[in-house]
């Protein structure tokens, strides 16, 4: 296999977001489905933030930190709770999914999929740069899924 894919049957690439998967909404994750995952990979990563949160919270806000999702793994269903991944800690101080929740403005959010060459060792408090951290020369590709979410 080979060109890893990130895909949401509840969204296209650039789309906007259903409000459910907002944080002050039903706070759930959106359905995720992956493709492509090369053969030699051990494990999978996944890391979805809000670059636009620059400037009001001055820096990219962490939604959700997952790591070690088995390469086998095709589908991430709505409202996933893992048990065989590890979810880190998200900006809101909280383990798991946190969903969008723009203060002033329409937002963009990106889900970043990463297929690895070895699965991490990471405590379950670490977050979005401890996990970049610790994939450092360990991606073997990356692909991105983004969608739009309303203030």
Not at 12 to 36: C, H, M
Not at 55 to 71: E, F, M, T
């Amino acid at each position: 296999m080979g060109e890893l894919t990130l895909a949401s049957p509840a969204f296209d690439d650039g789309d906007r977001i259903p409000q459910k998967y907002g944080y002050t909404a039903d706070d759930v994750n959106p359905p995720l489905e992956i493709g492509g995952v090369p053969d030699d990979a051990e494990a999978l990563a996944l890391i979805v933030d809000d670059p636009d949160a620059r400037a009001p919270a001055g820096k990219i806000w962490d939604h959700w930190v997952v790591w070690n999702v088995p390469p086998t793994t095709t589908t991430i269903p709505e409202d996933w709770h893992p048990t065989e991944a590890t979810e880190g800690t998200n900006d809101y101080g909280e383990h798991g999914y946190g969903g969008p929740n723009p203060p002033e403005r329409e937002h963009t959010y990106r889900f970043e999929l990463y297929a690895l060459d070895a699965s991490l060792d990471l405590a379950t408090d670490a977050g979005a740069d401890e996990l970049r951290s610790a994939m450092d020369g360990h991606v073997l590709e990356q692909t991105r899924l983004e969608g739009t979410y309303p203030a």
